[in-house]
């Protein structure tokens, strides 16, 4: 079996057996920031707390990468036959925050801005010994159909 | 701010040079600019350069003379040219100088930008495929689009226009028109824009000559006065490029911001502007620029657009040069090309591309990474 590994060891729980992110939540204001990051952007204050986000939200903009991103920095497939287009949005966390992800779905006519999204890990691309490099995606509600 | 202005202008064409260097064509652009104010180096009492892939500006003084001026290397994303002139600006308006120049100049790869990031182990976000300006570009409008009603005919009609413009100026890149279909026809880059309505990354030069306004008809008979040049960065809340998380509240952008800082450093409002450059990194933020910049409403743009305001003769001429999409994006260079084209149309001397009816007050707008804004407001 393929082993997997995470693209970061700091943006969710790996290894978890539910997908997991984390953030961080400033002491003073209750503002969250994604990844986790010392200082509030909102109030300027220092003091923050790791905690975890919501997995379910609500689709706030879309596009599809329709292009192989240049390569380095990304580590997925980019010659004509590998690379796959694929989503990306902003899903909106109720009371948290909105996160930029990777989309599982990367047909326009099946993404629809208000449509719920569930987290789930996916698979960037493989690295040079072969394992699979995992990052966090959305999948639309009710077809996180993998891992 | 009405202490500076504009006497020289210089450039060196965008697009490709093959065997020029980014510093080559900062060096013509340089030299241009001295021979439109009727100036040698010598005469030059403070420089600014701006360039984001380098190399380091002020190394140029070995070709255009070793003098000992002073020489300030700026380096502020897409806001380089603004703050340069800025920077420029104010050694003048602190008296610490009469005359002195702002060069800007770049050459990028071809292809979208490459951006790493990170400091904190492996670069997570380049390497999940996210840290692309184009996916902002396509999410920022795509949400504009479903909020305001703008069509993807509308964006098509952004690029023709600019490629229309280009065609008649003989320092742009791209100098074929295109029509609508053929924009809308053109590869899907970052849904839902299209390779046509993207700029490229490019290459070119750009020099202003600056002097204290009461000095200026000593030195040319057709000044342009700086009225304000503001800079401004992001606020809590606003929608920016690269942000792997964005807070649930909104607030303006920098580019309002500094637009509004501008109109009131200048005692103008939108309405006074004759001709704008707006950063058109690709055709939706021309759209959406209209109205942060205040020339309409929001939504207001897909009925001027279709109706032809927004084009040389129309009712506000924006991006008469071609803009970016044009033009290419050499970071370093792009905000100075505005102004420059500016300073032309108030001079009368856009030959092809001239608007009509003698243009009183420019504006120009930059907006890049990772959410900053500058704005000039220039008049005859």
Redesign the interface.
């Known amino acids: 079996m393929t082993t997997r590994v995470p693209?970061?060891?700091?943006?969710f729980r790996w290894p978890s057996d539910h997908p997991v992110l984390l953030?961080s939540r400033c002491l003073n204001c209750g503002?969250?920031?994604?990844?986790v990051q010392d200082g509030c952007?909102?109030c300027t204050s220092d003091a923050s707390e790791v905690v975890e986000l919501g997995s379910r939200g609500t689709l706030?903009?879309?596009?599809?990468?329709?292009?192989p991103?240049?390569a380095?920095?990304?580590?997925?497939a980019t010659s004509p036959e590998g690379f796959r287009p694929?989503g990306?949005?902003?899903v909106?966390l109720p009371?948290?925050?909105?996160?930029?992800a990777?989309l599982t779905e990367s047909d326009?006519d099946k993404l629809e801005?208000g449509m719920e999204m569930d987290l789930v890990y996916d698979v960037?691309g493989v690295d040079e010994q072969g394992n699979e490099?995992v990052?966090y995606a959305f999948a639309p509600a009710g077809q996180e159909g993998q891992s | 701010m009405s202490g500076v202005a504009i006497i020289g202008i210089g450039m060196h064409a965008f697009g490709r040079t093959e065997g020029m260097s980014g510093m080559d064509q900062g060096v013509v652009a340089a030299r241009r600019a001295l021979a439109d104010a009727g100036l040698r180096w010598s005469d030059i009492e403070f420089a600014v350069g701006g360039s984001m892939q380098g190399p380091q500006p002020d190394s140029m003084v070995s070709r255009l003379g070793l003098t000992g001026l002073p020489f300030t290397n700026v380096v502020n994303g897409c806001a380089t040219g603004g703050t340069a002139l800025a920077t420029a600006a104010n050694a003048i308006e602190s008296g610490r100088a009469d005359v002195a120049i702002t060069i800007g100049f770049d050459k990028h790869e071809r292809?979208?930008f490459?951006?790493?990031?990170d400091s904190?182990?492996?670069?997570?976000?380049?390497?999940?495929?996210?840290?692309?300006t184009t996916?902002f570009f396509?999410?920022?409008i795509?949400?504009y689009m479903?909020q305001y009603g703008i069509s993807q005919s509308t964006l098509a009609k952004v690029a023709e226009k600019a490629f229309r413009n280009g065609s008649l100026n003989p320092m742009a890149w791209r100098r074929k028109p295109l029509s609508e279909q053929e924009v809308l026809d053109s590869?899907?880059?970052?849904?839902?824009?299209t390779q046509y309505m993207f700029c490229s990354p490019g290459e070119g030069g750009v020099a202003l000559i600056l002097c204290d306004a009461k000095k200026a008809t000593q030195y040319t008979e057709h000044p342009v006065y700086l009225r304000a040049s503001v800079m401004r960065t992001r606020r809590?809340g606003s929608f920016e490029v690269l942000?792997?998380?964005?807070?649930?509240e909104h607030n303006d952008g920098p580019t309002a911001d500094a637009s509004r800082d501008a109109y009131e450093a200048a005692g103008i409002g939108p309405s006074d502007v004759d001709v704008a450059q707006l950063q058109d990194t690709e055709s939706g933020a021309e759209v959406m620029h209209m109205a942060e910049n205040g020339f309409c409403e929001h939504g207001e743009q897909e009925a001027m657009i279709q109706a032809g305001d927004t084009e040389i003769g129309g009712r506000l001429p924006i991006n008469t040069d071609g803009g970016c999409l044009a033009n290419g994006e050499p970071i370093g260079a792009s905000g100075l090309r505005q102004v420059c084209e500016s300073v032309l149309q108030l001079r009368g001397d856009a030959g092809e591309r001239q608007v009509p009816g003698h243009p009183q007050v420019a504006y120009t707008h930059v907006y890049g990474a990772p959410g900053i804004s500058a704005v000039t407001v220039l008049t005859r």
């Not at chain 1, 380095?72 to 997925?76: A, T």
């Not at chain 2, 942000?243 to 649930?248: E, G, K, Q, T």
């Open positions: 693209v970061s060891e700091w943006l953030a503002n969250h920031v994604f990844p952007p909102r706030w903009t879309w596009t599809v990468q329709g292009f991103p240049k380095p920095p990304f580590l997925g694929f990306v949005g902003y909106e009371g948290q925050l909105k996160i930029e990777r326009p801005i960037i490099i990052t | 292809g979208a490459r951006i790493s990031s904190k182990g492996p670069d997570w976000y380049g390497g999940s495929g996210l840290a692309l996916q396509g999410m920022k795509t949400r479903h590869a899907m880059l970052s849904w839902p824009l809590y942000a792997p998380s964005l807070a649930l």
